[in-house]
């Protein structure tokens, strides 16, 4: 006659011990990580942005820029056709893109990106008075990982990724 065996209670009880430590162990890893991701994500949205737009700007023929929206970046951004260089869109035409706002990421600028890019037909990024635009726009995350676009006066955009505390320090 064969014996069948089952676990007992306190096999049950040690192995779910067991996967609780490992499992309290590995939480706060997920955590950083799900954090990272969301700021990788968001700077790879914004540089997509400002991509779409010098492309655009360039196979158009006219002149596109992309706002933050209420002068916050942190709040979405619009691309749109902008003739005059204002930094601000007719409500008669609806945005070529826009994105929702960023949760849990602060965007640094500099003081020339504060509240919006222009790209001309040439693909040149140009401030309102017509002189080259060059800088930076920081995405600081609340993460171990941020990243910087940077721009150049031909337009065309890099992506930096470095550490929160060197990119953001506070």
């Not at 360039?58 to 709040?75: L, M, R």
Request: hydrophobic fraction near 40%.
């Amino acid at each position: 006659m064969t014996r069948e065996r089952g676990i007992t209670l306190v096999e049950l009880l040690f192995t779910l011990a067991i996967l609780a430590l490992a499992l309290s162990i590995a939480a706060p890893s997920f955590s950083e990580l799900l954090r990272d991701q969301r700021t990788s994500a968001a700077a790879q949205e914004l540089r997509n942005a400002l991509d779409f737009a010098r492309e655009s700007a360039a196979h158009s023929g006219q002149p596109i820029s992309v706002a933050a929206i209420n002068g916050e970046w942190t709040s979405g951004w619009e691309v749109f056709v902008d003739s005059g260089n204002h930094g601000t869109h007719s409500l008669q035409q609806p945005p070529l893109a826009a994105h929702g706002p960023l949760s849990g990421i602060s965007v640094r600028t500099d003081g020339n990106s504060r509240h919006y890019l222009h790209f001309t037909p040439r693909g040149n990024a140009i401030q309102p008075n017509g002189a080259f635009h060059a800088g930076t726009l920081t995405l600081c995350g609340e993460g171990r990982s941020s990243y910087r676009l940077v721009f150049n006066k031909a337009g065309r955009i890099r992506s930096e990724a470095g550490s929160t505390t060197d990119f953001c320090p506070h």
